[in-house]
């Protein structure tokens, strides 16, 4: 069998780039982080002509200056790895700005081939582009592509892997910098040429970045200390001495792009507005925008609902009546009572109590998905940036509190976009209000048995409320322990695009793979364990009543009480949330012994089971609000934990974290509970 080779996907934020990699990979990649980083990598397998091809889908960046995390990752993985060949996914509509980083790659000196995504787009701008000329003119093969349609996509894999084998002669073209900066790379390169550890490099390149005074390659030459002094080094240029070298060379290259596109790109001489444009004169309105936005929450929470309790119902049944076939087989066989319980109560009746929601989930991540797809959501982050300038943040801080709304991990990591360091803080201080797609099934539950009928304004009420309680605590944090004036918020928007199922279905299941997995494993153990707790004492088996689980519970319940749910059993559920708030559901599945009755009422449409259980640990409509609320604010899980401890490298802020969010989840169910009280809510 032929080598295998490995294809390095680069590209600017929404060029398309991991529309592309996930239409060449499927379910066949793996996610993992750059090594000493966490910012999330992931590579895929798949077959082109026989060869097995390992695609590597990196950071989107605008440049590969070391200003950034993302930036160095993708330079570095493309000058120490050494992939055979890099496919630079640019978007044709917006070509001038996209070829900057194709001349920062073809400097690199590892072969490039060009994906010009986007050409429908393009196109229906009136853009006419001469992809063979532009190929001529940097001497790089060019591809037209549309990667939603999957169109060109066998001529751009043909091309790479022709680049890769050698079948192609790879003769890209050279940027003339001018006389003085010419002659200053020559002599550079003259004098790194014999350094060590220079061979594996591209001695062009290294010789440009160290006349940029990039660290990263002084570091790397031994020259950083030495590079201010060094007369060698030092450029001779009378008309560039006092300006900055990187500056000089960023216009040069600019130059060259428009030079090449003067004769490759012709547009229509009268601008005329797109249909992107036009949308967003309603979408993005100062007055229209944020009531559109809230309108449109409120929608995919209808769907949510209406929708995914269809099959809610079905999935319910499935699991009760597993459990009942299950328990009577084991029963049948003279299996010992305890494992008898400890499969149906513990593991179906926990895992299946949080699996019974999955269609909810879905229905949730496809209506977000959607939105993503079409551009949209670049779109919120641009409406929220006059209100979280007010609040002394900056527009981009939305962008991973918007994550959040999926799962809070990936927004805490989403937070190194932000330059500013306090900024960067206080977006991770507030993230987790957003609420996450494990919060989901509590809501479901609870407003299911409370609020019948009002399910979706319910549950889009809790969402609004962590957006309010994120705005009112990063205004308080930048009015006292971050002070000081928020950076400049700078985003492209993405066209409008219609979403295509094959990237709604690959956003969607990436979402719902990790959701299941986190019922197959985190909530599998922690189910099996909270069934331990509430069948032991120290003295062995026992009834719930008796149990360890209900005697934590008992010791922890009077601080709740002010909140209107002060049971051993609430009590405990809300502790094991810590694991997961998905756990939060199965917990009490477990708790009450509701599998089974729950199933056989919802196969009748009847949710009196659960009713009967909640009511009977002296739930009401206003207590179970405030449990909601609790469960929006209070502490978040561990793996949120633990991803803001590595993000930040400090005890004391994740104490911090950890501290304060559970006083003002406490204080917020509180209030909602004593003031709905004074009203007899």
Same mark, same amino acid.
């Given at each position: 069998?032929?080598?295998?080779?490995?294809?390095?996907?680069?590209?600017?934020?929404?060029?398309?780039?991991?529309?592309?990699?996930?239409?060449?990979?499927?379910?066949?990649?793996?996610?993992?982080?750059?090594?000493?980083?966490?910012?999330?990598?992931?590579?895929?397998?798949?077959?082109?002509?026989?060869?097995?091809?390992?695609?590597?889908?990196?950071?989107?960046?605008?440049?590969?200056?070391?200003?950034?995390?993302?930036?160095?990752?993708?330079?570095?993985?493309?000058?120490?790895?050494?992939?055979?060949?890099?496919?630079?996914?640019?978007?044709?509509?917006?070509?001038?700005?996209?070829?900057?980083?194709?001349?920062?790659?073809?400097?690199?000196? !590892?072969?490039?081939?060009?994906?010009?995504?986007?050409?429908?787009?393009?196109?229906?701008?009136?853009?006419?582009?001469?992809?063979?000329?532009?190929?001529?003119?940097?001497?790089?093969?060019? &591809?037209?592509?549309?990667?939603?349609?999957?169109?060109?996509?066998?001529?751009?894999?043909?091309?790479?892997? #022709?680049?890769?084998?050698?079948?192609?002669?790879?003769?890209?073209?050279?940027?003339?910098?001018?006389?003085?900066?010419?002659?200053?790379?020559?002599?550079?390169?003259?004098?790194?040429?014999?350094?060590?550890?220079?061979?594996?490099?591209?001695?062009?390149?290294?010789?440009?970045?160290?006349?940029?005074?990039?660290?990263?390659?002084?570091?790397?030459?031994?020259?950083?200390?030495?590079?201010?002094?060094?007369?060698?080094?030092?450029?001779?240029?009378?008309?560039?001495?006092?300006?900055?070298?990187?500056? =000089?060379?960023?216009?040069?290259?600019?130059?060259?792009?428009?030079?090449?596109?003067?004769?490759?790109?012709?547009?229509?001489?009268?601008?005329?507005?797109?249909?992107? #444009?036009?949308?967003?004169?309603?979408?993005?309105?100062?007055?229209?925008?944020?009531?559109?936005?809230?309108?449109?929450?409120?929608?995919?929470?209808?769907?949510?609902?209406?929708?995914?309790?269809?099959?809610?119902?079905?999935? #319910?049944?499935?699991?009760?009546?597993?459990?009942?076939?299950?328990?009577?087989?084991?029963?049948?066989?003279?299996?010992?009572?305890?494992?008898?319980?400890?499969?149906?109560?513990?593991?179906?009746?926990?895992?299946?109590?949080?699996?019974?929601?999955?269609?909810?989930?879905?229905?949730?991540? !496809?209506?977000?998905?959607?939105?993503?797809?079409?551009?949209?959501?670049?779109? &919120?982050?641009?409406?929220?940036?006059?209100?979280?300038?007010?609040?002394?943040?900056?527009?981009?801080?939305?962008?991973?509190?918007?994550?959040?709304?999926?799962?809070?991990?990936?927004?805490?990591? @989403?937070?190194?976009?932000?330059?500013?360091?306090?900024?960067?803080?206080?977006?991770?201080?507030?993230?987790?209000?957003?609420?996450?797609?494990?919060?989901?099934?509590?809501?479901?539950?609870?407003?299911?048995?409370?609020?019948?009928?009002?399910?979706?304004?319910?549950?889009?009420?809790?969402?609004?409320?962590?957006?309010?309680?994120?705005?009112?605590?990063?205004?308080?944090?930048?009015?006292?322990?971050?002070?000081?004036?928020?950076?400049?918020? =700078?985003?492209?928007?993405?066209?409008?695009?219609?979403?295509?199922?094959?990237?709604?279905?690959?956003?969607?299941?990436?979402?719902?793979?990790?959701?299941?997995?986190?019922?197959?494993?985190?909530?599998?153990?922690?189910?099996?364990? !909270?069934?331990?707790?509430?069948?032991?004492?120290?003295?062995?088996?026992?009834?719930?009543?008796?149990?360890?689980?209900?005697?934590? @519970?008992?010791?922890?319940?009077? =601080?709740?009480?002010?909140?209107?749910? @002060?049971?051993?059993?609430?009590?405990?559920?809300?502790?094991?949330?810590?694991?997961?708030?998905?756990?939060?559901?199965?917990?009490?599945?477990?708790?009450?012994?509701?599998?089974?009755? &729950?199933?056989?009422?919802?196969?009748?449409?009847?949710?009196?089971?659960?009713?009967?259980?909640?009511?009977?640990?002296?739930?009401?409509?206003?207590?179970?609000?405030?449990?909601?609320?609790?469960?929006?604010?209070?502490?978040?899980?561990?793996?949120?934990?633990?991803?803001?401890?590595?993000?930040?490298?400090?005890?004391?802020?994740?104490?911090?974290? &950890?501290?304060?969010?559970?006083?003002?989840?406490?204080?917020?169910?509180?209030?909602?509970?004593?003031?709905?009280?004074?009203?007899?809510?």
């Amino acid at each position: 069998m032929s080598k295998s080779i490995t294809i390095a996907l680069a590209g600017n934020p929404n060029s398309g780039k991991t529309t592309l990699f996930n239409g060449l990979t499927g379910a066949r990649h793996s996610v993992g982080n750059w090594p000493g980083v966490t910012v999330e990598k992931k590579e895929g397998k798949f077959k082109h002509k026989n060869i097995d091809v390992i695609a590597v889908d990196l950071p989107g960046t605008y440049s590969l200056s070391p200003y950034s995390i993302e930036e160095m990752i993708a330079r570095n993985y493309i000058v120490e790895e050494s992939p055979e060949v890099v496919i630079n996914i640019v978007d044709a509509s917006n070509i001038e700005r996209n070829l900057y980083l194709s001349m920062q790659l073809i400097e690199l000196g !590892i072969p490039v081939v060009i994906a010009l995504n986007m050409m429908d787009i393009a196109e229906r701008r009136g853009h006419k582009i001469d992809h063979n000329k532009l190929s001529k003119s940097l001497g790089v093969a060019v &591809v037209p592509i549309v990667a939603t349609k999957n169109k060109g996509i066998k001529e751009l894999l043909d091309a790479a892997v #022709d680049v890769a084998k050698g079948k192609i002669k790879y003769s890209p073209f050279k940027v003339n910098y001018g006389k003085e900066i010419e002659n200053k790379i020559e002599k550079t390169m003259s004098m790194i040429k014999d350094r060590s550890g220079v061979s594996k490099y591209n001695l062009r390149w290294l010789a440009v970045k160290v006349i940029e005074e990039d660290e990263a390659v002084l570091e790397l030459l031994g020259m950083k200390d030495k590079f201010e002094s060094d007369d060698e080094i030092a450029v001779s240029d009378e008309n560039a001495s006092e300006e900055d070298f990187e500056a =000089i060379i960023a216009d040069k290259r600019y130059t060259y792009i428009t030079n090449i596109l003067s004769n490759v790109v012709k547009k229509p001489k009268n601008n005329v507005l797109t249909t992107s #444009d036009k949308i967003d004169k309603v979408l993005t309105n100062r007055l229209l925008g944020l009531p559109i936005f809230a309108g449109l929450m409120y929608i995919v929470f209808w769907f949510t609902f209406n929708i995914g309790n269809i099959f809610l119902d079905m999935i #319910d049944g499935w699991f009760g009546a597993l459990g009942e076939s299950v328990g009577a087989t084991l029963e049948a066989a003279g299996t010992a009572g305890w494992l008898q319980s400890l499969i149906v109560d513990g593991i179906i009746g926990g895992v299946g109590g949080v699996l019974v929601f999955l269609p909810n989930i879905v229905f949730l991540f !496809i209506a977000i998905a959607l939105l993503e797809d079409s551009g949209y959501m670049a779109r &919120v982050a641009f409406i929220m940036d006059r209100a979280m300038r007010k609040i002394g943040l900056s527009g981009k801080a939305f962008i991973p509190m918007l994550m959040g709304f999926g799962c809070t991990v990936p927004a805490i990591m @989403g937070t190194r976009t932000l330059e500013d360091e306090k900024d960067r803080l206080a977006t991770m201080l507030v993230a987790p209000f957003m609420s996450c797609g494990a919060r989901l099934p509590i809501y479901i539950l609870f407003a299911g048995v409370f609020f019948p009928g009002n399910e979706g304004t319910v549950v889009w009420s809790l969402y609004v409320l962590g957006i309010i309680v994120a705005i009112i605590m990063a205004l308080v944090f930048k009015k006292t322990i971050f002070k000081g004036q928020s950076s400049p918020f =700078i985003m492209e928007l993405p066209s409008y695009r219609i979403p295509t199922l094959k990237v709604t279905g690959a956003l969607v299941w990436e979402r719902v793979k990790g959701y299941i997995l986190r019922a197959g494993t985190i909530i599998f153990a922690a189910s099996i364990v !909270i069934w331990f707790i509430l069948n032991f004492n120290f003295t062995g088996m026992a009834e719930m009543g008796d149990s360890i689980g209900a005697s934590i @519970g008992r010791v922890m319940g009077p =601080i709740f009480k002010p909140l209107g749910f @002060g049971s051993w059993e609430a009590t405990l559920s809300l502790i094991t949330g810590l694991l997961a708030k998905e756990v939060v559901v199965s917990s009490m599945a477990v708790i009450y012994g509701l599998g089974e009755a &729950v199933g056989e009422a919802a196969m009748e449409g009847d949710v009196a089971g659960f009713v009967g259980a909640l009511k009977g640990v002296g739930f009401t409509g206003l207590s179970a609000y405030a449990f909601m609320v609790f469960s929006l604010l209070y502490t978040p899980c561990i793996a949120v934990i633990g991803a803001f401890k590595k993000e930040t490298n400090s005890w004391r802020w994740t104490s911090f974290l &950890v501290g304060y969010q559970f006083i003002l989840a406490w204080v917020a169910a509180m209030l909602v509970f004593q003031i709905g009280s004074l009203f007899g809510l």
